[in-house]
């Protein structure tokens, strides 16, 4: 479920663009990314576990602030949605590029502290923020795509998003388990 969370704003955005006005729910998002980094935060929650949360507050500043300002834009009201996934994409590829997966802080969460800087926790995390950040680039990419050449194609941009959000949480519910019990199995090379 903790997977789930980081998202609950992005997903209230996606559900909701299209049946409320575009700035009802960008603000709606916004509200619920600044909520849920309060909560998360008055648990005791580190800031490195909640990049994606923080990253939700920003994007989702910004693009109320845009469909308020220009309710009618297609900027906003066409692009939104593949945007988020590229703001989503720049904060995966980001956080690799800067030695920090995104997921490492969630997974820190989860795990027993002495492993926390283990070869494998740390290769385990650096493979699922790689997933993430490919699919967020995927559905960046192709939804805006879509939205450009085939503005009626609701349904391909629905499955898209879907399909890239759901294989990459199900490969970060699986992954860890298969890649402890490669390197359970991979033989052991003797230290000299």
Known sequence: ???????????????????VDIRWAALTGLLLALALVAIQRRSGRGWDAQVIEA???????AYTAAAFAAPDSTAVTHY???????????????SLVLGHPFTLGIARTQTPEHLWNSPLFLQINRVI?????????LSGLGGALLRHYRPDAGDARTLLTVATFAVPLLFTIRYPTL????HAAAPKVAAR
């Open 129 to 137: 923020t790689t997933v993430w950040a490919a699919a967020f680039t």
């Open 1 to 19: 479920m903790g997977h789930i969370r980081s998202f609950v704003p992005w997903i209230a955005v996606a559900v909701l663009t299209g049946t």
């Open 80 to 94: 939104g949605p593949p945007l988020s996934s590229l703001w989503l994409a720049a904060t995966a590829w980001g």
């Open 55 to 61: 990253s939700a507050v920003l994007f989702l500043a």
């Open 179 to 182: 890649a402890r019990a490669r």
